[in-house]
């Protein structure tokens, strides 16, 4: 098996391979928090292919699963429920404000040069280290 | 039809995308994140092997006048650098770095959930949802209003 960065490189080509088929194809951007945000607010002739894409991730998940074994398997966080419930509102509530996640900013945005998108990339890389720095040599949080 | 058949695929791919690079697993993500001790450089290289390979097709579908199968592009219009970016993306960032699941690996991993996932997902889309349906144009203004494309 070849070694993690080898990987690491192939799947990322892998999701640049899908969400440039989505843009070329259908003229969509491939950003996950979006295509969520538009299906707790769907608005009409906008929801199926959202559907359909997160029905996908789920099927790839699945059948990743069965031939890698281990691969894709949720783990128990060590952070406390309530940590990990206000994790989980500051993921939501945080995309929809600055219009994007690491897919929608971090490889589609920065893939058009798009100025808004390096910034939201810069903002939340260093908000994300400078909390896990907290988490685990100030309070001592092993996630 | 085609183009939900599309989307489909696309979300297949782009799982397979997250699940072999190791994104799934949050603790790869705090291996990043953590640039002390040992550092792991792999989600770098995810973003970097995912933009190599988009960057192209972005650029085309930005001078292109619609896409293959027709209709038109939904591209984010908004050019401006507004405090609502910096802050949600601020937010974001906290949120992620406190446990290492960002939106698409989190949906992913429903596959084979943890309690502490299924706490996570559900407090995500209740943000999402508090955000969408709230009334926060007096806490954070108004947004911009959308001009011209963003480059």
Redesign the interface.
């Known amino acids: 098996m070849a070694g993690s960065f080898t990987w690491a490189l192939a799947g990322g080509g892998l999701i640049g391979l899908s969400a440039s088929s989505l843009l070329v194809l259908t003229g969509r951007v491939a950003g996950i928090s979006g295509i969520v945000g538009g299906l707790v607010e769907p608005k009409q002739g906008a929801i199926a292919w959202r559907a359909a894409f997160l029905v996908g991730l789920l099927a790839g998940g699945a059948a990743l699963s069965r031939l890698v074994p281990g691969a894709v398997t949720a783990r128990a966080s060590g952070l406390p429920p309530v940590a990990v419930a206000l994790a989980g509102l500051l993921v939501g509530f945080g995309t929809q404000l600055g219009g994007g996640c690491t897919s929608g900013h971090g490889v589609c945005g920065l893939s058009r040069l798009s100025k808004r998108s390096f910034v939201a990339v810069l903002s939340f890389m260093s908000a994300a280290a400078l909390t896990t720095f907290v988490t685990h040599h100030v309070v001592g949080w092993r996630p | 039809m ?26 790869k993500i ?1 291996g990043f ?4 001790g040992r550092w792991d ?3 770098l ?11 192209g ?6 001078r292109a006048r ?4 027709g ?6 219009s ?4 507004d405090g ?21 690996p ?12 299924l ?15 709230g009334r ?1 144009e007096s806490v ?1 203004g108004r947004a911009e209003p959308a001009n011209g494309r ?2």
């Not at chain 2, 097709?57 to 930005?62: C, K, R, S, Y």
């Not at chain 2, 619609?66 to 199968?69: A, D, G, Q």
């Open positions: 085609k183009q939900v058949a599309v989307a489909f695929v696309a979300g297949v791919v782009f799982a397979v995308g997250l699940g072999l690079s190791g994104m799934t697993n949050p603790e705090l994140l953590v640039v002390t450089p792999s989600l290289l995810v973003m970097g092997g995912a933009v190599a390979v988009h960057f097709f972005a650029q085309w579908a930005l619609k896409p293959l199968l209709g038109a592009f939904e591209l984010p908004r050019a401006q650098i609502r970016l910096v802050v949600g993306s601020i937010l974001f960032g906290v949120g992620w770095g406190a446990i290492g699941y960002c939106p698409g989190a949906i992913v991993d429903l596959v084979a959930p943890s309690p502490s996932l706490v996570f997902v559900a407090a995500m889309v209740s943000g999402i949802a508090a955000h969408r349906y926060w954070v963003a480059h």
